[in-house]
Structures are given as structure tokens and as C-alpha cells.
């Protein structure tokens, strides 16, 4: 602090203004306010980042990844977001994650977050159903494949299923349960899964009614059938019994029990 400033010091005199007539002094500028005024706003609206993101915003670590921060340029898609979701889901789990997190981490606020997503369910609804997506656009080449009888689509199908929810309880035990939580949390899109996956279904036992290899009067009941009778091979309550060494024997003898039950 300059000297004389504190206690007990002498106080500098106080400089006035220069006085108008009668020594008054002048009346201030309109003119010259309005403009003042207008440069200190517009100051800080330079100085104030982008509405929705937050400039300088460092990448916040996440799992084994990193989730960056969103430039200035960036532009925010839900895709980005669902990702981010899908990374702070992963560290933080179902019941401690915020949009807060996932605003956090793209380097936004969580208002930008809700411009595409009206709540935090929908968010969770959005996630998990991009999670489930996965799977059936994975089993989709399998049914929509133009090479292969229908009993050969039928036992890829089955396995292509059944590895994939392996794949995801093994590799990634973390965002598996975490998705399992969801799951409960979001049935409307759950149910819509379970019928994208039975309507692949119907297609190929339909494919094999046309060719002479099933005989079944009505796919539709019969590909649900088949998708109960291989629950235990994909439903995730089952999750833990698919790392026992007999699993995949097991495995294989439904799927020729059904095989068989379905040649014409």
C-alpha cells in the first residue's frame, strides 16, 4: 500500500473538479455518458464467453479416456453429448452422475446441455437407448445379410447376441452395470429394443418358412418363443453365470434343440 495510507496518516487533499460559473461545477455530457456506457457493455459482452460455453473450460479425465473440452468453434451436437454421458456414467455411476458432470466435461454449461436435452431423464433415456442401439444395428447386418440359409442366420444371430452381451459384462463390468440400472429406470425403450430384436427374429424364421426349411405357422409367436428360450444367454440378470466353462456348451445345446424343433 502507498505510505500515509493507513491508520494515523496524513489524508492527501481531495481534487475538485474544475468550477462552472458561480462555481458550480459542470453539468455532465448526456452524450458522453451514454457513450461511457455503451463502451463498458460492450466490454463486457467481449469479454463474457460464448452463451452455453465455458471458454478455457480444461479436460476433465474420465475412466481410462478423456473427455475434452468443447472449443469455441465446437458445435454441441446431442451425439457429443451422449458420449460424454456415456464417459461420466462410466466413472461416476448411475446414481452420482449429474448433467452438471457431463456439462463439466464437454466444457459447457449445463444449460447448453438441456437445450438438447429437456431433462436428466431424457438424457437417460437417450444414453441407454444409444447403448442398446448398438447391439441392434449389430444384429441387423446378421438378419439383413443376403448370403446364409435361415437356419445359419438363425444360429449367428443367437451367438452374435449372446457374445456381444458378453463381450460388454466382461470388458467393461462398470458401464455394464451401470447400464443395467438404467435399464430399469427407462422401459419404454427397453421394450422398444425387445421389439426391434424379436421383429429380426420374425424376419429370418420368416425367410425360413418361405424356403422350406422351418415349419412354423406363425413366425411372429415362434421368434418370441425362440428369444425367451435363450434369455439365460442374454438377459443381463444372468450376467454372472456367463463366465462359467460350460456355458458355451450349454449354449450350443439349446440352440440345436430349437434347431430342430423348427425344421420342417
Do not use: N
Amino acid at each position: 500500500m502507498p505510505s500515509g495510507s493507513g491508520h494515523g496518516g496524513s489524508r492527501p487533499a481531495r481534487s475538485s473538479p474544475a468550477a462552472g460559473p458561480r462555481g458550480r461545477p459542470p453539468r455532465p455530457d448526456p452524450a458522453g455518458a451514454a457513450a461511457d456506457t455503451g463502451r463498458a457493455v460492450a466490454g463486457r459482452r467481449a469479454a463474457r464467453p460464448g452463451r452455453g460455453v465455458s471458454a478455457a473450460a480444461p479436460a476433465v479425465s474420465v475412466g481410462e479416456g478423456t473427455v475434452g473440452a468443447m472449443s469455441t468453434t465446437e458445435t454441441l451436437s446431442a451425439d457429443r453429448i451422449l458420449e460424454a454421458t456415456e464417459e461420466v456414467l462410466r466413472r461416476f455411476g448411475p446414481s452420482k452422475a449429474t448433467v452438471v458432470d457431463v456439462a463439466r466435461a464437454l466444457g459447457v454449461s449445463h444449460g447448453s446441455v438441456y437445450r438438447h436435452f429437456r431433462t436428466k431423464a431424457a438424457l437417460r433415456e437417450a444414453v441407454t437407448a444409444r447403448w442398446l442401439g448398438r447391439t441392434e444395428e449389430l444384429l441387423s447386418g446378421i438378419t439383413e445379410g443376403p448370403a446364409g440359409s435361415a437356419e445359419e442366420k438363425l444360429r449367428s444371430w443367437l451367438s452374435c447376441l449372446f457374445e456381444a452381451k458378453r463381450h460388454k459384462a466382461g470388458d467393461d463390468p462398470e458401464l455394464f452395470a451401470t447400464y443395467a440400472v438404467l435399464i430399469t429406470e427407462t422401459s419404454g425403450v427397453v421394450d422398444e429394443h425387445l421389439v426391434v430384436l424379436v421383429s429380426q427374429l420374425t424376419r429370418i424364421i420368416e425367410q425360413g418358412v418361405r424356403g422350406g426349411e422351418f415349419g412354423a405357422p406363425d413366425p411372429v409367436s415362434t421368434a418370441q418363443a425362440v428369444f425367451d428360450a435363450t434369455a439365460r444367454f442374454h438377459d443381463p440378470v444372468f450376467a454372472r453365470e456367463w463366465r462359467r466353462p460350460a456355458i458355451d456348451d450349454e449354449f450350443r445345446a439349446v440352440c440345436e434343440l430349437l434347431l430342430r424343433g423348427l425344421r420342417a
